[in-house]
């Protein structure tokens, strides 16, 4: 019911769980973001939709409205480029094939990087799935917990800046397709996409005018600006092209349970925002608990 207002705040539309690199399963992270007071969340697991049946049921049952979501990975160059996708359909033929895709990419370039990880630290592949769930998106965190288990760092986030830094002579980038061409993805699955934490890397890495134009052509919903890791200057930038190519902003606290310090509700969405977002969305429904 385009216009109608059923959900509540506040709302906070980007959160993980095991179903990837979160460390609750998706019914804990759902309790958790009602007992941290949100009204409504988004699931936005990388490269997955596993977690949304179950999320779905616990929403129901505490009252919070559940919003179906993915964090895609994408890919410019060495550039890694994150897009929500809310409110696809999860079983569109397109949106399927090419998360399968990069989920096996994911899998084969954590091997890799292990097995070289392995021959400095003694490290193993099965260290590793040892801090998996079945068939969960396997990225960086699921190393840095092995290297945590392992005593070779405290904690991920030191993981992180030492052994699993990019620099450090371990990382290797994955499959993952162009940003505009995932953008086509989701739109065609009904969904709509929103370019996550976009100003991380300084405002000399701003994504440039020309390109972010061409993905508001494609169909591109918003810009994650309220996130913490996006940096002031470029922030500021990105609000001055949002408001030129009216684009929305999204505002989400990435919450991973205990590997991450992001807070649930740290930074949330306008309800405005989120009822644009929900009348564009055709390709699945929010769960209204
Ligand atoms: P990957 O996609 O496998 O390269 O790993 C990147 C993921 O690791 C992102 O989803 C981040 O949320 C997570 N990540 C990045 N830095 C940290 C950190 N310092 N502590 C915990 N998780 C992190
Ligand atoms: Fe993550
Ligand atoms: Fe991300
Ligand atoms: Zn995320």
Redesign the pocket.
Known sequence: MAGERRFRGPIDLHTHSSVS?GTETPSQLVRAAAAAGLGTMALTD?DSTAGWFEAAATARTMGITLIPGMEF?TRISFLSVHLLAYLFDPSDAGIVAETSRVRQA?LVRAEQMVERIGADYGLTWEDVLAQTTPDATV???HI?DALVARGFALT??EA?AGILHWDAGYYQPHYAPDPLRAIEIVRAAGGVPVIAHPATRGVDDVIPESRLARLVDAGLFGLELEHRENRPEAKARLYELAEKYGLHVTGSS?Y?GE??PNRLGENTTAPEVLEALINEGTGSAPIYG
């Open positions: 690199d990388h990975s994911r990225g960086r965190p840095a991920r986030s992180f990435d991973h590997g991450k």
